[in-house]
């Protein structure tokens, strides 16, 4: 089966960089997904990790490491925009199947 | 391009009825997954639909159905409801291609009330 731990909350002032970890036990495991959804939205999705290492896109990045089973989505020069709630995943090797981690909500204050 | 597309938006369901979500992917998708979201569970895997064949399945009762259509339109059905249905449904769409995620797009769900 499949398990991804994160941070329940996370709280941080504009301007400042969030960190947020997931850690996760997999079998057959393909890479880490990030996806934020802001309350009463969908979730949208932000990054892929299929290999080690940093994937950046904008003020987000994502890195993964297979060794230690280990991702994190860091979240630079915070805006009130991305309060919200982030949400590790895994896709499984068969087929399009999510397993998502419990979500890290992130409130950002002035 | 059009987003996914459910409907309806909000449902409100006595226990014992049974209730029928639709899920309309992006134009050219055709893998559409369900999830049930709620406050406890977080985000759960119902089921995945693959041109019309369900490629895969959750760990939810019977009760949970689903079906997809030639055009790549989704179905689910809850029957026989309960209190614990109570949840935001969320669908999600994707080209289908099996392992990576190439990034699903989500619908903004039903929330489905159970009184």
């Known amino acids: 089966g499949q398990s991804l731990e994160q941070p329940s909350e996370v709280t941080a002032v504009e301007g400042a960089i969030v960190q947020i970890n997931c850690t996760y036990q997999?079998?057959?495991?393909?890479?880490l997904s990030w996806y934020q959804q802001h309350d009463g939205g969908a979730p949208t999705f932000l990054s892929y990790n299929a290999l080690d290492g940093l994937e950046e896109t904008g003020r987000f990045s994502s890195f993964l490491s297979r060794s230690d089973s280990y991702g994190y989505l860091l979240l630079q020069e915070l805006q009130m925009k991305d309060s919200a709630s982030y949400f590790c995943a895994s896709p499984k090797a068969a087929g399009n199947k999510l397993t998502f981690g419990g979500g890290t909500r992130v409130l950002v204050k002035p | 391009k059009a987003g996914v597309t459910q409907t309806p938006r909000y449902l409100i369901k006595t226990r014992g009825q049974q209730v029928t979500l639709s899920c309309s992917p992006i134009?050219?998708?055709?893998?559409v997954s369900w999830y049930q979201q709620t406050p406890g569970q977080g985000l759960q895997f119902l089921f995945e639909?693959?041109?019309?064949?369900?490629?895969n399945k959750g760990n939810f009762p019977g009760r949970f159905s689903g079906r997809q259509f030639s055009n790549s339109r989704s179905e689910m059905n809850v029957s026989t409801l309960e209190l614990g249905d109570s949840a935001l449904y969320l669908c999600?769409?994707?080209?289908?291609?099996?392992?990576?995620?190439?990034?699903?797009?989500f619908g903004s769900g039903t929330r489905l009330t159970v009184v």
């Open positions: 999600a769409s994707s080209l289908g291609w099996t392992g990576d995620d190439y990034g699903y797009t």
């Open positions: 134009s050219g998708h055709r893998s």
């Open positions: 997999t079998s057959g495991f393909y890479g």
């Open positions: 639909y693959f041109s019309e064949t369900q490629r």
